[in-house]
């Protein structure tokens, strides 16, 4: 076996398990889920707080739950699927397909962008922010 | 610094690195730490600097947006096998002075 199918073995069995753990138990009422370190330490979200809840969301079709707990996950989640697809299917069809999209100089400044303003506003404690909050 | 010049035109440029872009925006949102954040910004700085024409730039910018998500990635499962330990450790001594404790 070669390393790349290795790898998408591992990846694989990887998605797999969380993809059942995350749909068959929800964050909301288990503790024994890791909490965010950066929110531990700073009581501040970070870009990433909420995306356990919202994954469980996302598991059983709730998208506007989803981003009501974390946005930017439900905004990447097409770019991850269409990453995720020409990667299985380069390997499993011997292609050499190219994901242009994150190529392109304007989409990464524009991800770093959203990153940024995501941390920032869903922080501010004034009410028209506060759905963006974990 | 020494920087290696490709040329600008005739022949090919060299193959375009590897940004680590959608690693970077993976543990950014899924590994509950910030550290994604620098991989992102030298994931753009492949970009912009394979399309000026710096090469040896972008190819430096891919070292470090894998490395930024390497260890950023790192953190995130050391963090979350620290969290599983203390909190399996207390739910199981908390159990065990607890009364109604039945192995």
Same mark, same amino acid.
């Given at each position: 076996m070669?390393?790349a199918?290795?790898?998408?073995?591992l990846i694989?069995?990887a998605?797999?398990?969380?993809?059942?753990?995350?749909y068959?138990f929800?964050?909301?009422?288990?503790?024994?889920?890791?909490?965010?370190?950066?929110?531990?330490?700073?009581?501040?979200?970070?870009p990433?707080c909420?995306?356990?809840?919202?994954?469980?969301?996302?598991?059983?079709?709730?998208?506007?739950?989803a981003?009501?707990?974390?946005?930017l996950?439900?905004?990447?989640?097409?770019?991850i699927?269409?990453?995720?697809?020409?990667f299985?299917?380069?390997?499993l069809?011997?292609?050499?397909?190219k994901?242009?999209?994150?190529?392109?100089?304007?989409?990464?400044?524009?991800?770093?962008?959203?990153?940024l303003?995501?941390?920032?506003?869903?922080n501010?404690?004034?009410?028209?922010?506060h759905w963006?909050?974990? | 610094?020494?920087?290696?010049?490709?040329?600008?035109?005739?022949?090919?440029?060299?193959?375009?690195?590897k940004?680590?872009?959608?690693?970077?925006? =993976? /543990?950014t949102?899924?590994?509950c730490l910030?550290?994604g $954040?620098?991989? &992102?910004?030298? +994931?753009?700085q492949?970009?912009?600097?394979?399309?000026?024409?710096d090469?040896?730039?972008?190819?430096?910018?891919?070292?470090?947006?894998?490395?930024?998500? =390497? /260890?950023?990635?790192?953190i995130?499962?050391?963090?979350? $096998?620290?969290? &599983?330990?203390? +909190?399996?450790?207390?739910?199981?001594?908390?159990?065990?002075?607890?009364?109604?404790?039945?192995?």
């Amino acid at each position: 076996m070669s390393i790349a199918r290795i790898k998408i073995l591992l990846i694989s069995i990887a998605v797999l398990t969380l993809g059942l753990l995350y749909y068959f138990f929800n964050p909301v009422g288990h503790s024994f889920f890791p909490k965010c370190p950066f929110y531990a330490l700073t009581g501040l979200d970070c870009p990433g707080c909420g995306s356990q809840r919202a994954f469980y969301a996302l598991l059983h079709g709730h998208l506007l739950e989803a981003a009501g707990y974390n946005l930017l996950s439900v905004l990447v989640l097409p770019f991850i699927i269409y990453s995720a697809a020409v990667f299985t299917g380069n390997h499993l069809f011997d292609k050499n397909w190219k994901q242009n999209i994150f190529y392109k100089p304007w989409f990464a400044k524009a991800v770093l962008v959203f990153v940024l303003l995501f941390w920032i506003l869903r922080n501010l404690p004034f009410p028209c922010f506060h759905w963006m909050a974990a | 610094m020494e920087q290696v010049m490709y040329p600008q035109s005739g022949g090919t440029p060299p193959v375009r690195p590897k940004n680590y872009l959608v690693e970077s925006i =993976l /543990v950014t949102i899924f590994c509950c730490l910030p550290f994604g $954040i620098p991989g &992102i910004v030298f +994931a753009s700085q492949v970009n912009s600097k394979y399309d000026a024409g710096d090469y040896a730039g972008a190819e430096k910018a891919s070292k470090e947006a894998k490395t930024w998500t =390497l /260890v950023s990635f790192i953190i995130g499962i050391a963090a979350v $096998i620290i969290w &599983i330990i203390i +909190a399996f450790t207390t739910t199981f001594f908390s159990a065990m002075f607890h009364h109604n404790f039945h192995p």
